[in-house]
């Protein structure tokens, strides 16, 4: 009986691990960003658009606002998040984890 289960169970991780490897890379990557938002970003920043949009201060920027500017690219939140800002700690986040946030920060955009 547990065997029968266990065996369905690698069928599942099977077909996850191909589901990521063709079309899930992106979806995957925001969701782990979205992870990261909630775990070190949500003290200060609203995260998510189920809040309404307005910054929890005047000073710090909701992600949906700074999805919405114009001005905000990969590479623009890339630049951000890789150099110290005074205002803002020092995660030391890796650059998979720097994309995956600015991945879910873009996903936000509507
Ligand atoms: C201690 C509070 C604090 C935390 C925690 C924090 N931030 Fe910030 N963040 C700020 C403040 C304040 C600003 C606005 C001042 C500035 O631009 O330097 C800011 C600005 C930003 C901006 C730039 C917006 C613009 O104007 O271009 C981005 C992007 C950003 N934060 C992303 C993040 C991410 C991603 C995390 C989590 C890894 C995070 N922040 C965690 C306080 C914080």
Known sequence: MSRIRSGRHIGLIIVALLGNFCTGALAQDAANGERIAKTWCSGCHVIDGKVPPVGRTDVIPSFPA???????????LRVFLGT???????????????????????????
């Open 66 to 76: 700074i999805a919405r500017m114009k001005s905000t690219t990969v590479t623009s």
């Open 84 to 110: 110290p800002h005074t205002s803002m700690p020092d995660y030391n986040l890796t650059q998979k984890e720097i994309r995956d946030v600015s991945e879910y920060i873009l996903s936000l955009r509507d």
